[in-house]
């Protein structure tokens, strides 16, 4: 059930069997200007140095929140001139989500990669309005979704004219406030000929578990995240904060730096032993 031909293209990067490990890592969302840039810089210097492609990762709007007094974010105006900022000062390609199709036109003008979030994979006006931007997509998989099913939710954006399509697989539903992965789901989507990234972190996600907002799992990331590295992915995905207890959304879930540097050395490591990894 072939969807594309692979490798695709992010943001002038090769990404798919045989190429280098693409990494998208950030804070869940921009907590100030000074915030994201900090942090930008600080992943572009571990990404450097270990020698792998980068996107920086940050919401400008957490739309899908347990409470509705969660912490969201800037908003589209603001968020997207510090995402723009970022990109110029930084030097960095980058990834934002976007929740409604009135958001994708202005996201489109700052950012190089659109992401649709997990529970809004199948709206089939939101990923053909990103498709045809021309931009990078990276199509969350739904937690609700069979691996073998996403395909069809990418074939929307590949008939909307883009073949740059990653899909990202964040584990499934397991009962209440729990999620699991499914290594095989990887294999699935690989022979479906998908572009496949892992997102290690909120792969650990326990939603909803805490009293309006979710809990998570930060011990159990590199464990996933090695054992996604031996079942083939294409593109990590984290999620990464300073000071991870402190973070305003998905805290519980998040790298600190240190920890991230670790866990991008080993994936590579397993990649290379596996002969996933070139050069």
């Excluded at 709206?123 to 739904?142: H, M, P, S, Y």
């Excluded at 209440?176 to 909120?202: P, W």
Aim: hydrophobic share 40%; net charge neutral; charged share 20%.
């Amino acid at each position: 059930m072939s969807a594309s031909s692979l490798p695709i293209n992010l943001c002038g990067y090769k990404v798919g069997p045989g190429q280098k490990l693409f990494v998208i890592a950030g804070p869940d969302s921009i907590e100030s200007e000074e915030m994201a840039l900090k942090h930008a810089h600080l992943l572009k210097g571990i990404t450097s140095r270990l020698g792998v492609p980068y996107a920086f990762k940050c919401s400008y709007d957490k739309a899908n929140r347990t409470s509705g007094k969660s912490f969201r974010g800037p908003g589209l105006r603001e968020g997207l001139r510090i995402l723009a900022r970022i990109r110029d000062e930084v030097g960095v390609p980058v990834l934002t989500d976007v929740h409604e199709t009135s958001h994708v036109g202005p996201a489109s003008e700052v950012v190089d990669i659109i992401q649709i979030p997990a529970f809004l994979c199948r709206q089939t006006d939101l990923v053909e309005a990103v498709a045809r931007t021309g931009k990078g997509v990276n199509l969350k998989k739904g937690q609700f979704v069979a691996p073998r099913d996403i395909v069809h939710s990418a074939r929307k954006a590949f008939e909307s004219g883009n073949p740059n399509v990653l899909v990202t697989e964040r584990g499934s539903t397991f009962g209440y406030n729990n999620l699991v992965v499914d290594m095989r789901g990887l294999a699935h989507m690989r022979e479906a000929g998908l572009a496949v990234c892992f997102d290690a972190t909120h792969s650990v996600q326990q939603p909803s578990s805490g009293d309006g907002v979710t809990g998570g799992e930060r011990r159990f990331v590199s464990l996933l995240a090695h054992a996604a590295a031996a079942a083939g992915i294409d593109a990590l995905f984290t999620e990464v904060h300073e000071d991870p207890d402190r973070a305003l959304c998905d805290g519980p879930c998040s790298l600190n730096p240190q920890m991230f540097e670790d866990v991008v050395r080993n994936v590579l490591n397993i990649r290379r032993v596996l002969g996933h990894e070139p050069g």
